[in-house]
């Protein structure tokens, strides 16, 4: 299992146990909630993962149908402020695009080569 966390992002020790999280950088300013599984994907900084989330999801490695020739090898990518909505499951080789909200995902599963982004993205707070 490896891990890579900035300290900040790992702030309480009861919030992410490191056994849920395997081969993952999580940035820092990210909040990961109870029960969330990380598994194989890098999570930008300030992105709220909702209890119960299961990032790398599943036995699929389906290459991304956005980007195949960058997410090929089982890694999904959470960028920048994404705010992921509880119990939501993702699978692998997934492109979650910055600054989206619970509103923009359609189902509670992304599966394997899946991408979510949004129409309207709030940006950076100022």
């Known amino acids: ?5 900035k300290a900040s992002a790992y702030d309480d020790p009861t919030v992410l146990p490191l056994k849920l999280a ?3 950088i999580v940035f820092n300013d990210t909040t990961v909630g109870r029960g969330a ?22 036995d699929d ?3 991304n149908k956005e980007e195949p020739s960058h997410l ?8 920048k402020g994404a705010k992921l909505p509880s119990g939501l499951k993702i699978g692998h080789n997934c492109k979650i695009s910055c600054w989206v909200e619970p509103i923009d995902f359609d189902s509670d599963f992304i599966p ?15």
């Open 1 to 5: 299992m490896r891990i890579v966390m």
């Open 72 to 79: 090929n090898t089982g890694i999904t990518m959470v960028g």
């Open 22 to 24: 395997s081969d993952s």
């Open 61 to 63: 490695y389906t290459e």
């Open 112 to 126: 394997s080569g899946g991408s979510v982004s949004s129409e309207n993205p709030r940006g950076h707070p100022m």
């Open 37 to 58: 599984v990380i598994n194989r994907a890098i999570i930008d900084k300030q992105v709220w993962v909702g209890p119960g989330c299961h990032i790398g999801y599943g």
